[in-house]
């Protein structure tokens, strides 16, 4: 994202995920003080894809609390699972590219734990 809704200092995209992840994310954020900005992905919010942006400055203390909302959300992911080391542009299945995000992989249709992002 190059700016924050008409002209704002630019944003770096931290998370696309379901309402709830957000929600959760974006509560912890404002907890901590990282200024973000939650914002619907594609036209229909239905689909529940949202993502959370951050100014750069603020984006390694917001991966950080994004790890963590991570682990309280699934507690069975290993500790030292980083979701920032995740390349969320390839389908973990096929490696084929996959659309910031989409909810599964376009060519062999895999479901995407949160969207990617």
Do not use: K
């Amino acid at each position: 994202m190059s700016d924050s809704e008409g002209g704002g200092p630019p944003l770096e995209l931290l998370r696309s995920a379901t309402f709830d992840w957000t929600n959760t994310l974006s509560a912890r954020l404002e907890q901590e003080g990282v200024p973000h900005q939650v914002l619907a992905v594609g036209a229909r919010t239905s689909d529940g894809l949202w993502a959370v942006y951050v100014p750069p400055e603020e984006l390694e203390l917001a991966r950080e609390i994004d790890r963590e909302v991570m682990h309280e959300l699934f507690p069975d992911l290993p500790e030292d699972y980083d979701p920032a080391a995740l390349d969320t542009s390839r389908c973990p299945a096929c490696q084929e590219p996959v659309p910031e995000g989409a909810a599964s992989c376009p060519e062999c249709g895999l479901a995407l734990l949160e969207g990617n992002g």
